[in-house]
């Protein structure tokens, strides 16, 4: 995986996560790789996936079961959903508004690129 | 598991290599220790292999005293140096020569790494090219199983697909048993990997942190214009504009760049050994 230089590791990596729940790659009660299978196939160190299970774990969206690992939670997709929405609504869209308004683009194409683009990609 | 107290060591009197050098190593961690050429990176490695004896000061490994060299010591220890001595001998039979010094030496888990890594364990190690001599060096030390696993510069020689195998393999055996220390110039090839780093300069340890810990102290930014000149630690021009290194005020966690973590303790020591201290 290529990380981006802006955020932390463990972020990154849950957000790799979420997408695969928003995706409905994983689905509720799926259970997720263990630490060790994620970091090898990530090439990340084995503590780095484990901070990220502990905040998605925090934010509900993925839970143990004793001696069994962790499982995707039954409202994950909301969950996630909420947590994404705030993110982007703060640190992703400022930026976005900043490029728009300084190129001038305005919203009619945008709204038009944006319906191509969710034909074309989902 | 490793614990430094006040460590001296020079190869002469006048010129000390370290003095008054402190440093605690935890079980279940893969260490990243990097200094610029000549920081003394080896020498402090050799110190808690037992290869070397300090001049003052005290290292003991999980409770054992290196340089003493108790077999009980070395059982427990793997030390992969830079460059390699090996013998004229094929993998198989270096096997059968040294892994009885291993009570944990897994056959098993060489054959796996080996077969991992593609190195033919048939052919006579002198004939392999670098590469293939340092891959099958490393699986054997992986395989020994050893408590501390010490490597210096491993990822020298290695091509791009096998950095990204030997990244697979150190993210799989690491256990909560275990403590791997790994000195390397190349952060880019362990950047995700190595996690608390180590940075020595100057005859001792500026820092030893973990990276959330690092993250939580400082950002790593790329900027257009430097601000905040008094604040910030290090500068450097990219293509894009600035890389700079400044105290975290904002509870926002940047990605830890290990190359400009590393110039700036070398340009604010102090500041940074007050930072993590």
């Given at each position: 995986m290529e990380f981006r230089e802006n955020q932390a590791i463990y972020l990154q990596i849950a957000e790799l996560i979420c997408e695969r729940i928003l995706l409905k790659q994983w689905a509720s009660e799926d259970k997720v790789p263990s630490v060790r299978e994620l970091a090898v196939q990530l090439e990340v160190n084995p503590n780095t996936v484990m901070r990220t299970y502990d905040f998605l774990e925090q934010k509900g969206i993925i839970f143990t079961k004793r001696g069994m690992?962790?499982?995707v939670s039954t409202d994950a997709h909301d969950k996630v959903t909420e947590f994404r929405r705030e993110e982007f609504l703060q640190?992703?869209?400022p930026q976005f508004f900043k490029a728009i308004h300084l190129l001038g683009i305005d919203f009619s194409e945008l709204q038009n690129r944006f319906e191509a683009f969710k034909t074309e990609n989902y | 598991m490793v614990s430094i107290h006040n460590l001296g060591f020079g190869y002469s009197k006048k010129k000390p290599v370290f003095e008054g050098l402190n440093l605690e190593l935890q079980a279940g961690n893969v260490y990243g220790l990097l200094g610029r050429n000549g920081a003394g990176k080896s020498s402090l490695l050799r110190n808690i292999a037992g290869l070397l004896t300090p001049t003052s000061g005290q290292c003991t490994v999980n409770g054992h005293t290196p340089h003493l060299r108790q077999p009980k010591f070395l059982q427990e220890l793997f030390f992969l140096p830079e460059e390699l001595h090996i013998?004229?001998?094929s993998m198989k039979e270096f096997v059968s020569v040294y892994a009885?010094?291993?009570p944990n030496f897994s056959q098993n888990q060489l054959t796996e790494y080996l077969k991992e890594f593609e190195v033919d364990s048939s052919a006579r190690l002198t004939e392999l090219s670098l590469g293939q001599k340092k891959k099958a060096l490393i699986s054997f030390a992986l395989a020994t199983n050893t408590p501390l696993l010490i490597m210096d510069e491993p990822t020298n020689g290695l091509d791009i697909p096998s950095k990204s195998q030997f990244?697979?393999?150190i993210a799989s055996s690491i256990t909560n048993e275990r403590v791997i220390l790994i000195?390397?110039?190349?952060v880019r090839d362990l950047e995700s990997l190595i996690d608390p780093i180590i940075i020595m300069d100057n005859r001792e340890v500026l820092l030893n942190a973990g990276t959330d810990v690092i993250a939580e102290k400082l950002s790593?930014?790329?900027v257009q214009q430097v601000t905040n000149h008094e604040k910030v630690l290090y500068s450097?021009?990219?293509i894009r504009g600035f890389g700079i290194v400044i105290p975290n005020e904002d509870e926002s966690y940047t990605k830890v760049d290990l190359e400009l973590l590393f110039n700036a303790a070398l340009e604010k020591p102090q500041v940074i050994k007050q930072l993590f201290n």
């Open positions: 690992g962790f499982f640190n992703e869209l | 013998p004229p001998i009885v010094f291993y990244r697979k393999i000195s390397t110039h190349q790593f930014k790329t450097e021009h990219s």
